[in-house]
């Protein structure tokens, strides 16, 4: 039996998301997608069907949920509109929004795009300021207001589902309606870290390489993940946090965390901003 979702992790990037996503995959009364990222709203997917939408979740479930990061992009061309979209289809889901630390968030972001990205997708998203506009969530959360209550919005500080991951868990599951969960370790894990990533796109895609792993894979391969190499790949990773200095990024994000504590009454304490 299939049915439409009546929940959706709807980001932030790099804030903990595909860990939350298995956790609540984990409790009896939930049952979250497969894919994690559907990007129906907005997105890869959003000139697919609603049958096809339907079909990803069992309605045999109390809650059935996804979780699409870009969903909370409302700056980006190609994630915009997805709160209007969603707000037609399913104006009932609750959502919630994972957010961190903003500098925190920025640079990881920053790291993880130069992992997975072509150099022209990181020069789009640098000059569209893509990296700072995703950080700034009272403005993401503005644009969801528009179409959403605010009591159908809980929004999870990654700092409180690391540090205090049973009690964060289990008010997540009072929001949603279902029972709380004893603490059994079934939640003692992370997904999706940053140093589990090796090797650029960039590299991949170099000529030399390709031929390389073509003719000599194993050989390739342990190069590439000789600790030499991976020091010299993370150099080049870091260079991608001087084009903002903590100083400016201070400056970007302080009003718009200050609203965000205004409208939210959470205090933030460990964010830097």
């Known amino acids: 039996m299939t049915s439409l979702p009546n929940l959706i992790v709807v980001g932030a990037m790099k804030c903990g998301t595909t860990s939350l996503h298995e956790y609540l995959d984990l409790h009896p009364s939930i049952r979250m997608s497969r894919p994690k990222e ?25 809650i059935r949920g996804e979780s699409s990061q870009n969903y909370s992009k409302h700056h980006h061309p190609h994630f915009a509109g997805a709160f209007a979209r969603m707000s037609e289809i399913i104006p009932d889901v609750k959502l919630i929004y994972v957010v961190r630390d903003p500098i925190a968030r920025y640079r990881s972001h920053i790291l993880y795009n130069y992992f997975i990205e072509s150099e022209a997708a990181e020069r789009f ?18 644009d969801m207001l528009k179409y959403f209550d605010l009591k159908q919005i809980l929004v999870v500080d990654s700092s409180d589902l690391h540090q205090f991951r049973h009690e964060t868990l289990n008010s997540i599951f009072s929001f949603l309606g279902v029972e709380q969960l004893p603490n059994d370790g079934r939640f003692d894990f992370v997904r999706n870290k940053l140093e589990d990533l090796s090797v650029p796109r960039r590299v991949r895609s170099n000529l030399v390489v ?64």
């Not at 998203?125 to 503005?142: A, E």
């Open 38 to 62: 559907v990007d129906f709203f907005s997105g890869n997917n959003s000139n697919q069907s609603l049958d096809w939408y339907r079909a990803l979740f069992d309605g045999s479930f109390e």
């Open 125 to 142: 998203n640098h000059s569209s300021d893509h990296f700072v506009k995703t950080g700034l969530y009272h403005f993401q959360m503005m």
């Open 210 to 273: 390709r031929i390389a792993s073509k003719v000599a894979p194993s050989l390739t391969q342990s190069a590439l993940a000789s600790k030499l190499i991976q020091a010299r790949l993370r150099e080049g990773g870091a260079k991608r946090l001087e084009r903002h200095r903590k100083s400016e990024l201070l400056e970007r994000y302080r009003e718009d965390t200050e609203e965000l504590r205004k409208l939210l009454g959470q205090k933030c304490e460990n964010w830097s901003v």
